[in-house]
């Protein structure tokens, strides 16, 4: 391997630091309004009348939307429900005469500044007739509760149950029954770049859309549904990168739509951008409850796993009708059992829609049993490492879901004990035992032991991908594909692959920055840690067309079989024969070239079929779903005075087949424990009963772990077990960091204090709480 | 046939008769300046000092050059010379020191506003020492004439001699011989919309550029070379379309790089756009003057060929130095004779540079061998049909310079016989006898006898051409190519092709309307007459890949082998049994869709091949020079009062393969006749000889045909030979109307009055001085 492998540094780089004009948020257009939302401040109201003609009368105000301009169609925002099926809700509409959340769009206004458009909100008066609400989901689906939408009764939008063999007996053949209940939170996912768009209708129903969604054809499929417009009308452009997705980003927001219906009123591009507070009343990671029941040999054999969860999807479904599945997937799919029953429970309440968030359901399901294996082990003196390696699904394992498939590559051993190792957890205390005074130490461990990349587990889903791979006359290569980088750094993993691929050096390679929906294939979304995986295997592919064309021209040119030839740092040369060469760019150029050329023995030997350009493309579907697999330990020390947890020490170990770029792996796990961190510990969106307003709008309120608190040392073990589908060996990556860190520091906190914390986050008010009940 | 050889509308129609925004001219950046050159009033001159000081310090400047900011590389504007031929001449610089015609740019400014720019270029002090010029190509040719390139003895920029079989046998062999000289003037091709360009510089020695051009790969090329950066630094965006083009913006012009350099200077994107008269002096046809002598047997039968031509490059090579091989080609490959030699020579003068124009040469040798051959006709009392039979080429001729191939599609004899009969030429007079009084009539005819498409025939130069179709999930297809629409239709052509190929209705087709050369395979220009055949074979080679993978995924749906289904206009059915179908949106978005679908047994079967976007990628060479052949017929009518001229009936015979588009190939023969009009009786680009000043800077001092000078009926007769190397059997169409007008109507003249006009343009005053001496 010459590129893969190594730390190159990102091309992205400098403009990240400076926040280039490369971000949506910097894009423009000529004559281009500026959109803002009149946002309701009721959690549940009905919308009696709206009078927008003072808003009109504004100078400066070029469009005014209210509910009775907007199709009325009903859609669902998130990509990865299809829009024609029966069994996931299709429950929002761009503006409706029915409020269900504080803060649900009412109208709109495009004005030739922003400042315009927010006096003009101002002006619009709207009367509405308040409902009663209803924030608790378990509230919701009592008898009598307020019923949220029609066809959803008991305010349930979807419930999924699943079983395996035969629960009853598993339970009955346990030497030991645990139960718990484990609840988390809202957290909001803190890009740092706000949710924006520019739209722009271009006639004959048309619209061309710039946006900092996390994906091109997902936008254009709900954008079209929602505008009841044929999908190739819509032509989203790629933004070069956008400031920070994590998931946030996902679906379809209102500002999309809205933009488009601005701008096609009053004839001109309409940029419409979040204000901080909007993005954190739009998206967030669905609070979970989480009831386990799990019977336990005293060997620690796993003999029955039950389930039961409770999502608050807020007042729409689109996230919270997946995420809960695949919650159960992940709680399901973690460790091996004969006996197994999960049932799921999605919501509606008054509370604000949630959205996706790194883990996506995963990370509330890891804290509910890694914190249960913990107090199994702990209760029946089990050593953790063995204990988890007794119940882990094994290499060649059947999909626990998904027929005909097996795991190919699953280093859960090795990823345990280089863990274990490193943090030193044969060598901790007993509970309480590390620390004197009011100061505590701990450890704490979590796996999470098993995931996919992208959605391929689940049997009704494959996430395809597509490249175009285009090699430019001086010998570097034009990769162009749909899938936006969403600060993961995946713009250079993706030309890491297609240089190794080329045989190009990493200078040679540039990412197309903004292709759009109109050339190049279909790429699922950045999510669910697919990216390396799946595009990954896409761009391998196209690049592999084209360096197949790339030896045909050069095999003509050097009198050589194309199999003879192999290409390295730029030179195409005959294998053992390093000095019969040529570089790419003279190979390029000669294919591209319309002129023959000429030699010192007159033209060269040209045939048509070397001429045009060496370009390749691919559009494929990936061909397993690899399986990733992470543990991470912590050290923490409690404050047993104040209640306050420092994380100190993290070891995070993940078998994600190969590494393809160290420094980048590194960046995503110290990102990902920056976030379980603040998910474990402090972050949480709340809103006050009363108004409805979001009391957390702001970073000055919501708060995320800095450098203070953040622990001094992070220790990255990347095991690299080879998978054999994946582009270079390589598999997942980006998720398992952000859902390990809440049980292991809940873990920790047991260990140093004997408290169980089974509620996030844990604030120092819950471990003060915590340590009176003991 | 369902879509091809149907008079479909034009998509871009609306956008046409409104200027819509698509065009370049209207293309804006936000924060864009505008920028404005500097020219010299000298046609000759050493710049000896410029004082940019005051232009600086003007309030909204934001950027000055002079030849003192830009690289110094010599280079060629026009995209098929090679950049590193030695062969031909690299001439040109960004700015010079040494100015070569009146009118060269010396500097430059950027402005917040065109006013401002336009006001600082009054600031600027220049200090000239003016040189002494010459404009007259023979006069530049002599002892002593002033010198202008080195390298370039005598001022000849290039003197091409191809000679086939015994000239002087050929004309010792003769029973008679002709001579003539025949002179071409300085033509513009009079599009609608200036040349304009936006660059922008995009840090790290790269450029985004909108131009005008026709060429998005030969800008990129030619910006590159004459920045000394590597090509992939310069991102061309595509237009949508352009008006008009005919050649004339073929190559980069001075404000492309002048752009990009402001661009860099001011950091901020830089706009340019010609004036009118700007456009003027930028590009012309050159003139040409031919001297022909050729031996004929009494029965009309070539025995000799000989030509010498002069063409007057003006003060840069550029299109002049491959004009003149086109035009010897279009000479040698006419007519078939065993003994052929042709001198060319291409001449330096201080004459503004020339460029590319419809017919590229040929216009210029077929007014002089056409009208040759009536003379020698009308002499020796032959059939003019029938001695063009007798000498011209003849399907399946092996090609007169391409060793290998032959002439597989030739509808010669039709093209005459049809034209000639429509025309009524065998019921014309005798040259003086129709009409009384001041009022003649005459008919005339030319024969082109063969041409090619694209510069295929030239054995040097395979232009190959690619394109990426993709099929969307609602039954539609994008188009995406590097091919730009300058007006010719082509959008719809292609269209039609891949329409066709796909078995899609015209309506679910789109050309994607702003791909870059980042994602695009290349193009060849749009020029020479090759779209229709080199970009639609292109177009329906990726269309097939498309096809390909449409019938591979419907035949799993419908559980049938792919070979046993067909596609006719949108839905896809097994041959014989039409009620097995699909629609082409059901099979796409089933394919492209990343959920199985569910059917009332279960999921759907589905393979993980046929998940992805189903698009297909061409990029290939044509494999032939199919031959056009076109013969004008026209009827005029001459004031022996006046001199003047009037075209009254025109029938134009053109054997084009298939015809695509009946309607807008009609529309080409119009637009084609409307420029030989032009050409043949009135256009002419004029200088004072004293100051350098075009007098024929505007459309009011440079007449064009209005309504009122075209004839009221032009008959297309279109004859189908069926190339079987085209697109369903097309061939070339665009340039050989141009060339036949004047020729026809000069031997038309002849037949009307008894006077040989032998110098373009046929003005009132020359035709009165011919009838004066007769």
Known sequence: MSVIGKSVARP???DKVTGGKAYPVNFQLPGMLHGKLLRSPYPHAKILSIDTSAAEQLPGVKAVLTHHDVPQRKFTSVYFVPTDTKSLPQDLLIMSDHVRFAGQPVAAVAATSAEIAEQALELIEVDYEDLPAVFDPEEAMQAGAPQLHDGAENNIAVAPVMEFGDIEAGFAGADHIFEGTYTTQRAHTCYLEPRVC??????????????????????????????????????????PYIGGGFGGKLDMSYIEPVAALLSRKSGRPVRMEHTRYEDFITTTRNPIKVYLKTGVKKDGTFTARYASSILDAGAHATHGAEVINVHGFAWLSSYHCENMKWEGKSVYTNNMIGGGYRGYGAPQACFAFESQNDEICETLGLDPIEFRKKNARQLGSAHPLVPGLTIDSYAMEEVLDRGAEAIGLAQRHPPGANGDGTTKRGIGMALFPFWVSGCVGFPDIYEHSGAIVKLNVDGTADVATASVDIGSGQITTLLQIAAEELGLPMAA??????????????????HASRITYGSGLAIKAAAGEAKKRLLDVAGTMLEASPEDLEVVDGIVRVKGSPDTALTVADVASRAESPFIQFTDQGPAPTTLAEKGTIIGL????????????????VEVEVDTETGEVKVDRVVYSHDLGRVINPKGAEGQVEGGFQQGIGYALMEEIQFDPDSGTCLTGCFLDYKIPTAVEMPTQIESIFVESNEPTGPFGAKSMSEACVVVPAPAIANAIYNATGARLKDLPITPERVLAALGEL
Request: proline share 10%; charged share 20%.
């Open 12 to 14: 992205d780089a400098l």
């Open 198 to 239: 520019v739209a722009e209708y271009n006639g004959n129903d048309g619209y061309t859309i710039n946006s900092s969604m996390q994906h091109l054809f997902g936008l254009r499929e709900k954008l079209a549904f929602a505008l009841e417009i044929p999908e190739s009308n819509v032509r989203v452009i790629k933004p």
């Open 509 to 526: 390679m540039r990412m197309v920055d903004t292709s759009d929906t109109t050339t190049v294939p279909f790429d699922a979304p950045t």
């Open 618 to 633: 691919s559009s494929m579907a990936p061909p397993s779903n690899p399986s990733p697999i992470a543990a991470g330990f």
